[in-house]
């Protein structure tokens, strides 16, 4: 592996051979559009956050509740927003969902028109294998609360790691000690970032049509990338969905980099990873900093008493296509069991945003 000063701070080479010294070309292993999130995910009906409001739903009710729709190029999971709660219910029913595979070295590109946006609302999307916590390590590609802009990016290890303070990234490094045993009296939770823009979450994220969340993980380094919907800048392969997709020749540095060096060793710290995909509500993020984001109330009680708050609390999904090197196959999980693939009929409320106009190469 190279030198960390070798990758971060290049003498005669260009910023992005840098950071891209150990990336390369991977081909696509599996594009995930409508109905094939059905089939290729598991559904998850029994994770909480301490302080959550959520009653997580199995697949097949939530197609009953009208919670999921998938047709075409559309999948849907959102909050319901039609129920008041009592004290005594269990939560607001809402979906999390994770993939029946599990991956290592990968490129993953999110393709979304819109995300959960609300008081109470965590919406996240996340690498782990939450049957062991954070022992394999977890990495929160996208996730906020309350409608608080940007968007965060955090890795957590069980094991000792040190980022480095100066890495070349656009985003903010807000704690540098990914340790899940740091000390957290002064708001340490993992190693987060910061994102550069406003348009990486919530209101203003759903107002420009969304777009594209990418992560690269390799042994040698993670980068997570996004690009606005009307980002010139996107790559096409990206945009486009093509079968192979080479992050070595992209131009734009990501907004969150974490390399591998002495003070922490990704290969022994980052392991075996589902793609994970919920809607938390309260819980010890959004609740502890519910006040703080100006929301009215408690968040408990907002929950309960206020469904339609939540009538955008949905994410739409274009697509999501996971990209494989050929070195680094994937690893299954045991099977679970996949319901039927049957669609609802659900329209929300939709942004039209101007548009850039593009061919993608056939």
């Known amino acids: 592996m190279p030198s960390l000063s070798a990758l971060l701070l290049p ?25 094939d999130f059905l089939k290729n995910f598991i559904w998850e009906t029994t994770r909480n956050s301490p302080g959550g409001r959520v009653a997580y739903t199995t697949q097949s009710a939530a197609l009953a509740a009208n ?6 190029d559309t999948f849907m999971m959102r909050v319901d927003d039609t129920t008041t709660l009592a004290a005594s219910d269990t939560g607001r029913k809402s979906v999390r969902i994770k993939s029946a595979e599990q991956y290592n070295t990968h490129v993953a590109v999110f393709d979304i028109r819109h995300m959960p946006e609300g008081c109470g609302t965590w919406p996240a999307i996340w690498e782990a294998d939450d049957t062991v916590g954070v022992a394999n390590g977890e990495l929160d590609i996208m996730e906020g609360v309350n409608d608080v802009s940007p968007s965060y990016t955090t890795m957590h290890t069980a094991g000792s790691c040190i980022m480095p303070a100066n890495r070349t990234q656009k985003g903010t490094a807000r704690h540098n000690d990914c340790s899940s045993m740091a000390a957290q009296t002064s708001g340490n939770n993992g190693c987060s970032v910061s994102s550069p823009y406003s348009s990486t979450y919530g209101p203003t994220f759903n107002a420009n049509g969304g777009g594209w969340y990418v992560v690269e993980r390799t042994n040698q380094a993670i980068s997570v990338w996004f690009w606005s919907r009307n980002d010139r800048s996107v790559p096409v392969a990206v945009r486009c969905g093509s079968r192979i997709i080479n992050t070595a020749s992209w131009t734009s540095p990501p907004i969150a980099y974490f390399p591998s060096s002495s003070t922490c060793d990704l290969s022994a710290n980052m392991k075996n990873h589902n793609i994970i995909i919920n809607t938390m509500l309260c819980g010890s993020w959004a609740g502890s900093r519910y006040s703080a984001s100006g929301c009215p109330g408690t968040c408990i009680d907002y929950v309960n008493a206020n469904p339609s708050a939540f009538t955008n609390a949905y994410w739409d999904f274009a697509a999501l296509r ?12 045991s099977s679970s069991t ?11 409320h939709v942004v039209e945003p101007f548009m850039i106009s593009y061919i993608c190469p056939s």
Do not use: C
Request: a neutral charge; proline letters at 6%.
């Open 11 to 35: 003498a005669g080479a260009s910023l992005l051979a840098a950071l891209h010294v150990q990336a390369g070309t991977y081909t696509l292993h599996q594009s995930n559009v409508g109905a």
């Open 67 to 72: 919670l999921v729709y998938a047709h075409g």
């Open 322 to 333: 996971i990209y494989l090197s050929s070195d680094h196959p994937q690893r299954s999980p």
């Open 338 to 348: 996949l319901h039927n693939t049957s669609t609802l009929s659900y329209t929300p």
